[in-house]
């Protein structure tokens, strides 16, 4: 049975991330084949994965998604600039509507009354509405939808930082 999956922010290649969001690698190498390793732990060859974005740094996306298992969906993230559909993606510029989410790769301000925002980009930050699914909040490996504990948002403001 076909699972889908999601997840965001592997910044496969970027350097500069360990340090920033404090991962716990020693190497650039170490990193991709860790969060490689553990994607494919949990994800089947005909499974989906949206990817809500930041998925590889410079242009180099192809290297890392021929070493992937599942069908990749690729929201656009601020540092997928030269990820093409020719890498293995099926790319999309905004954002995907299932049901009552609203999948993203930043967080929105104005989530529709009835609707969770799920996204990325904000790493190991917490969030004030919505769900992040970046890797450094998902033990570094893409999270099945069924598995995600949504919270219940009616108590929740819109977070000031978006």
């Known amino acids: 049975m076909t699972k889908i999956f999601l997840t965001s922010d592997q910044h496969f290649f970027h350097k500069n991330i360990i340090n920033y969001c404090n991962r716990p ?66 790319m999309v510029e905004d954002k995907i509507i299932m049901g009552n989410l609203i999948l993203t790769h930043r967080p929105l ?16 930050n917490k969030a004030w509405s919505g769900e992040c699914v970046c890797v450094e909040q998902t033990d570094y490996k893409p999270i099945e939808l069924n598995n995600i504990k949504f919270r219940d948002y009616r108590s929740y403001t819109q977070s000031p930082w978006c």
Do not use: C, T
């Open 25 to 90: 690698f020693n190497s650039v190498q170490e990193m991709n084949e860790v969060m490689i390793n553990k994607w494919n732990e949990v994800v089947g060859d005909n499974d989906i994965v949206i990817h809500l974005g930041d998925f590889a740094f410079g242009n180099r996306a192809k290297e890392i998604r021929d070493k992937l298992n599942g069908i990749i969906i690729l929201i656009r993230g601020n540092h997928d600039r030269y990820v093409k559909q020719e890498d293995g993606f099926i």
């Open 109 to 124: 301000q104005d989530i529709p009354e009835g609707f969770i925002n799920v996204f990325g980009h904000i790493h190991h």
